[in-house]
C-alpha cells in the first residue's frame, strides 16, 4: 500500500521559474493537504480540498496553486518562484468525517524546495 | 483560529528515562482531536497518539501517554522508558471537529535521547 507519495523528493529552482509539486494518494480519501515546513518550524497549511473540483485555502496560500480533478491526486503549482518559498512541503490526505478514522492524516514523505 | 504553543525548543534525556513534552493551545471550539507526531531526521510525520477532547480517559499507546487537561488546555506528551529511536522533532497539532480544515501545529520539540 503505497499511501501518499510525493514527487519529486528534491529540488532547485531559480528565481521566476515555476514548478509543479506532485502528489497522489491510492487510500480514496475526500480530504487532501498542502502544508509547508519552513527550519524550526511546524508545518504550515497552504490550501486543501475536500474533493475532486473543491478547493480552498489556507494560512498561507499566497504564491500557490492548486487543482483537484481526480480523487487521488492533488498537484501544487509554483507560480515564478521566490527565494521565501524555500521550504519543505508535504502532502496529506484523511478520509474524512463519515470514517471510523476520519481525523487521522497521512503524509507523504516531503518534497524539500530551495529558491536560489 | 487556533493556536498551538510547544514551549521547550529542545530537551534532552538519557536512555531508559522518562520525559514530558509540553503542549498548551487556545481555542473557542468544543468539539475538537489533538494529536502528537513525530518527525525523525527522515522527514517522515509520523502519528505517535491522538485524543479526542469529548473523552476525559488519556489516549495510551504502548510508552507513549499524554495528559489531556481540557480545562487548562493542556496537552503533554509523556514517553517511559525511552529509546535511542525515540529522538525525534515531536509536534503537537490540533484539528477542529466538523471541518474540513488542516492541522495546526506548534513549533515543536526536539527531543534527544542520550546513550
Known amino acids: 500500500n503505497a499511501g501518499v507519495t510525493q514527487t519529486p523528493k528534491f529540488r532547485i529552482l531559480k528565481i521566476g521559474q515555476s514548478m509543479t509539486l506532485q502528489c497522489t494518494q491510492d487510500?480514496?480519501?475526500?480530504?487532501m493537504y498542502w502544508y509547508r515546513q519552513d527550519p524550526g518550524m511546524g508545518l504550515k497549511l497552504i490550501y486543501y480540498?475536500?474533493?475532486?473540483?473543491?478547493?480552498d485555502k489556507g494560512e498561507v496560500p499566497n504564491g500557490y496553486n492548486v487543482s483537484r480533478s481526480t480523487t487521488e491526486d492533488f498537484p501544487l503549482r509554483l507560480e515564478l518562484a521566490a527565494p521565501s518559498q524555500t521550504s519543505v512541503y508535504f502532502c496529506?490526505?484523511?478520509?474524512?468525517?463519515?470514517?471510523?478514522?476520519?481525523?487521522?492524516?497521512?503524509f507523504g514523505a516531503g518534497t524539500r524546495l530551495s529558491v536560489l | 483560529a487556533q493556536t498551538v504553543t510547544q514551549s521547550q525548543p529542545e530537551m534532552s534525556v538519557q536512555e531508559a528515562e522518562t520525559v514530558t513534552l509540553s503542549c498548551t493551545y487556545d481555542t473557542s471550539e468544543s468539539n475538537y482531536y489533538l494529536f502528537w507526531y513525530k518527525q525523525p531526521p527522515s522527514r517522515q510525520m509520523i502519528l505517535v497518539i491522538r485524543?479526542?477532547?469529548?473523552?476525559?480517559q488519556n489516549a495510551t499507546e504502548n510508552r507513549f501517554s499524554v495528559n489531556f487537561q481540557k480545562a487548562a488546555k493542556s496537552f503533554s506528551l509523556k514517553i517511559s522508558d525511552s529509546q535511542l529511536g525515540d529522538t525525534a522533532m515531536y509536534f503537537c497539532a490540533f484539528l477542529r471537529g466538523g471541518g474540513a480544515d488542516g492541522l495546526t501545529f506548534g513549533k515543536g520539540t526536539h527531543l534527544i535521547i542520550q546513550p
Open positions: 485524543q479526542e477532547a469529548y473523552k476525559q
Open positions: 480540498s475536500v474533493g475532486a473540483g473543491i478547493t
Open positions: 487510500m480514496n480519501h475526500n480530504y
Open positions: 496529506a490526505s484523511r478520509p474524512g468525517w463519515a470514517a471510523l478514522f476520519g481525523n487521522i492524516q497521512y
